[in-house]
Nanobody, 128 residues
Framework: QVQLVESGGGLVQAGGSLRLSCAASGRTASAYTMGWFRQAPGKEREFVAA???????????YHADSVKGRFTISGDNARNTVYLQMNSLKPEDTAVYYCAEADRVSPYFDSAGSYLAWGQGTQVTVSS
């Protein structure tokens, strides 16, 4: 069973940067999808970014329109870690950020229902 642990959240001023990390343990699949989602108070969980990796196709990344050009997802397969580099942060980026994993290359990478394992979440607060 895959376990995910996020780190790197915190308080930052608007325009600043943070890098979130998600370390996975217990992975046995040779192909997977890693996703970042966020949930602000009173709002539904929303897709932020995803990385799909397989031994035959390396990796592909996807970003929500709301973060495109500001956030970048990347992975270090040797370390079983995925990152979310967040630049030019805005107050509306304030949320709890979750990483998640699906044990296959999922075409529905922007849907929370596609993921089986979730981290505990890390708070990101952007002050104006």
């Amino acid at each position: 069973q895959v376990q995910l642990v996020e780190s790197g959240g915190g308080l930052v001023q608007a325009g600043g940067s943070l890098r979130l990390s998600c370390a996975a343990s217990g992975r046995t699949a040779s192909a997977y999808t890693m996703g970042w989602f966020r949930q602000a108070p009173g709002k539904e969980r929303e897709f932020v970014a995803a990385l799909r990796w397989s031994t035959w196709r390396s990796e592909a990344t996807y970003h929500a329109d709301s973060v495109k050009g500001r956030f970048t997802i990347s992975g270090d397969n040797a370390r079983n870690t995925v990152y979310l580099q967040m630049n030019s942060l805005k107050p509306e980026d304030t949320a709890v950020y979750y990483c998640a994993e699906a044990d296959r290359v999922s075409p529905y990478f922007d849907s929370a229902g596609s993921y089986l394992a979730w981290g505990q979440g890390t708070q990101v607060t952007v002050s104006s």
